[in-house]
């Protein structure tokens, strides 16, 4: 066992890990932070993104060791200091982008580093970033609007599906 002691979402935390202990387990587990989801355990679905010293990384795959003294975000983190969602959140709610929500803070987080790259992202750019995240409901397009939204950018034009 080894002491890691990390900021998560501004609050210092520190927990003992065994050297196998993965960043979302300790997340989950460890601080009772369960927005971060476990989907596939591979790295392929994107449903437990979170930031690390401000870079998107899938936490099912990256060890907790690996993270000591790092800076990570959650999408707990994501919300307004008063608690109401964040700008992404809302656009996300606000313009039907999730529907059973299962990926939806996977999405947010990779829709936050996106925006940090890009801020005016193009309805490809954000389908090609969007490539390492799964969502089995949406079909997408929606999951778009609301990030393109989340940008500041005009999507009255776009249809709902």
Known sequence: MAKVTMTVNGKTVSGEVEGRTLLVQFLRE???MT??????DTSQCGACVVHVNGDAVKSCTTFAMDV???EVTTIEGMANADGSLGVIQQAFQDHHGLQCGFCTPGMVMSAAALL??????????IRHYL???ICRCTGYHNIVKAIMAASGQDVSAIAAE
Not at 116 to 125: L, S
């Open 35 to 40: 927005g971060t989801h476990v989907g596939c």
């Open 68 to 70: 000591d003294g790092a």
């Open 116 to 125: 940090k790259e890009n801020p005016k992202p193009t309805e490809a750019e």
């Open 131 to 133: 490539e390492g995240n």
């Open 30 to 32: 460890g601080l009772g």
